[in-house]
């Protein structure tokens, strides 16, 4: 079984980094491929997603002000990882951004079957 988190991790939080390792230590004891995605947005389209009404529901920031400070205080969590992949996502839909996602973790998969047959 696989499973996708969506988590907003920042490099100013120490919890965010030891939620980060506790995951990828979970991947581990489940003997599971982690492939963590850090997704980037400028701030300019950041702020004009962030305040689709639909956030709402699933209880997320709606606020372009509180966005604008959060970027101006703390980044993404940038961690150590062989699977880590950056995508900066400003430029694409969300299905565009699945689909860069998924090409990321084809290309770890494709490599990791390769490696072991040789």
């Known amino acids: 079984m696989s499973f996708v988190f969506t988590v907003d ?9 030891k939620a980060f390792e506790d995951l990828a230590e979970l991947a581990v004891e489940r003997r599971s491929r982690f492939v963590p ?5 400028g701030i300019e389209e950041l702020c004009r ?3 689709d009404p639909s956030r709402v529901a699933m209880q997320k920031e709606i606020s372009s ?4 400070k959060k970027c101006g205080e ?9 699977n880590l992949r950056t995508l900066d996502v400003t430029k694409r839909s969300a299905s565009g951004s699945v689909d860069a996602i998924l ?14 047959e040789e």
């Open 74 to 82: 703390d980044s993404v969590l940038l961690v150590p990882h062989p």
């Open 65 to 68: 002000e509180m966005v604008r």
């Open 49 to 51: 997603r962030v305040v």
């Open 9 to 17: 991790w920042g490099e100013n939080n120490p919890a965010d980094l």
């Open 103 to 116: 090409d990321e973790i084809r290309a770890i998969k494709s490599f990791s079957r390769k490696f072991h």
């Open 37 to 41: 995605i850090r997704l980037i947005c």
